[in-house]
């Protein structure tokens, strides 16, 4: 049974920086492609930063592009992603996904709220 459990959410100041992890049990990280998604109040979850398999190649949402920084830890088996320069709709509840080999995997969520 696959679990997936993220952390490091929190409150932070407009400009701030957080960085949240992704801690996976029951399955290896690096066979899967891992994502962070979040989801604000009212609106659809989206999809916010991948990391493939093997290689680890990286794609992000045009909205946090050079801000944002998703990474992988193998020998930690753990995903994380690394928020810079955070703004106000930044503000969500950010899930951690996997998925790859007919898996699909999602994570309980964390909040991040940014405000002054």
């Known amino acids: 049974q696959v679990q997936l459990v993220e952390s490091g959410g929190g409150l932070v100041q407009p400009g701030g920086s957080l960085g949240l992890s992704c801690a996976a049990s029951?399955?290896?990280?690096?066979?899967?492609?891992m994502s962070w998604y979040r989801q604000a109040p009212g609106k659809e979850r989206e999809l916010v930063a991948s990391?493939?398999?093997?290689?680890?190649?990286?794609t992000y949402a045009n909205s946090v592009k050079g801000r944002f920084t998703i990474s992988r830890d193998n020998t930690k088996n753990t995903v994380y992603l690394q928020m810079n320069s955070l703004k106000p709709e930044d503000t969500a509840v950010y899930y951690c996904?996997?998925?790859?080999?007919?898996?699909?995997?999602w994570g309980q969520g964390t909040q991040v709220t940014v405000s002054s």
């Open positions: 029951g399955a290896t990280v690096s066979r899967y492609i």
């Open positions: 996904n996997a998925r790859g080999y007919g898996l699909v995997a």
């Open positions: 990391i493939g398999s093997l290689g680890g190649s990286t």
